[in-house]
């Protein structure tokens, strides 16, 4: 693949996640292979970056910002995993921690650039919250590639999120390493008391069966950056 499909490269604090507040350069690949009710990058126009200009760019930026990890995000990045594979190849950034944000189904795309990632962040999409179909299978086989990375699942709960797809979601943790962190992440839009304490009540049942499971929101919109 000559030229990926990219919305936006820029600088910004990390705001999901266990890795919050650290410093990312963020590429944002455009389109993505599912719907999900709740998503926000959808509509966003993009741009045509061949392998020199975006290792350019995001060299410039991290060096810039002092940034230590460079994130591909989408979208789904991993639709271009073909471009991504030579865009890191070809950067060589030693010193850079590089971090995966995926939805987690694209698993034969995945293996392609599996060794070139330092730190995958899964987003597990619930059926009742995303409002798309189940996706358990693939993204079982996903995590089972990434067993001895660092890998953590992360999973959006909306206040239609159900007990079923959390038991479903945990039981598939537990299978494969209960010690993977489980990110619960209230839906920023349907914020409220309901909602944190429904978080809440799903992370004390998880942490009958797996060993880290925190509740964190989105930082970044309540900072109000990117
Ligand atoms: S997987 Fe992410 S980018 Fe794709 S539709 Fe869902 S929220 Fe949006």
Redesign the pocket.
């Given at each position: 693949m000559k030229t990926a499909k990219i919305t936006e490269v820029f600088f910004s604090l990390q705001g999901e996640g266990p890795y919050v507040g650290t410093g990312h350069v963020f590429v944002r690949f455009a389109g993505?292979n599912?719907?999900?009710r709740?998503?926000d990058?959808?509509k966003q126009r993009y741009k045509e970056y061949d392998v020199k200009a975006l290792i350019f760019k995001v060299k410039n930026l991290l060096s810039e910002h002092k940034a230590g990890y460079l994130s591909l995000t989408?979208?789904?990045p991993l639709l271009q995993a073909e471009f991504i594979f030579d865009f890191l190849k070809k950067a060589r950034l030693k010193k850079t921690c590089v971090y995966l944000e995926t939805?987690g189904i694209l698993y034969d795309n995945f293996r392609m650039v599996l060794g070139l990632m330092d730190v995958v962040s899964l987003?597990i999409k619930l059926p009742s919250a995303?409002k798309t179909k189940a996706f358990w299978a693939e993204h079982r086989e996903f995590l089972k590639l990434c067993i001895g990375k660092k890998v953590f699942a992360k999973a959006v709960i909306t206040v239609s999120t159900v007990n079923e797809d959390i038991r479903k979601l945990v039981r598939m943790l537990k299978e494969i390493d209960k010690t993977i962190p489980l990110i619960i992440q209230p839906d920023f839009n349907g914020m409220g008391q309901k909602l944190v304490n429904k978080a809440m009540r799903f992370q004390k049942y998880a942490l009958q069966y797996l060993t880290d499971v925190r509740v964190i929101p989105q930082v970044h919109r309540f900072l109000n950056i990117r």
């Amino acid at each position: 693949m000559k030229t990926a499909k990219i919305t936006e490269v820029f600088f910004s604090l990390q705001g999901e996640g266990p890795y919050v507040g650290t410093g990312h350069v963020f590429v944002r690949f455009a389109g993505c292979n599912i719907k999900c009710r709740y998503c926000d990058t959808q509509k966003q126009r993009y741009k045509e970056y061949d392998v020199k200009a975006l290792i350019f760019k995001v060299k410039n930026l991290l060096s810039e910002h002092k940034a230590g990890y460079l994130s591909l995000t989408g979208g789904e990045p991993l639709l271009q995993a073909e471009f991504i594979f030579d865009f890191l190849k070809k950067a060589r950034l030693k010193k850079t921690c590089v971090y995966l944000e995926t939805n987690g189904i694209l698993y034969d795309n995945f293996r392609m650039v599996l060794g070139l990632m330092d730190v995958v962040s899964l987003d597990i999409k619930l059926p009742s919250a995303a409002k798309t179909k189940a996706f358990w299978a693939e993204h079982r086989e996903f995590l089972k590639l990434c067993i001895g990375k660092k890998v953590f699942a992360k999973a959006v709960i909306t206040v239609s999120t159900v007990n079923e797809d959390i038991r479903k979601l945990v039981r598939m943790l537990k299978e494969i390493d209960k010690t993977i962190p489980l990110i619960i992440q209230p839906d920023f839009n349907g914020m409220g008391q309901k909602l944190v304490n429904k978080a809440m009540r799903f992370q004390k049942y998880a942490l009958q069966y797996l060993t880290d499971v925190r509740v964190i929101p989105q930082v970044h919109r309540f900072l109000n950056i990117r």
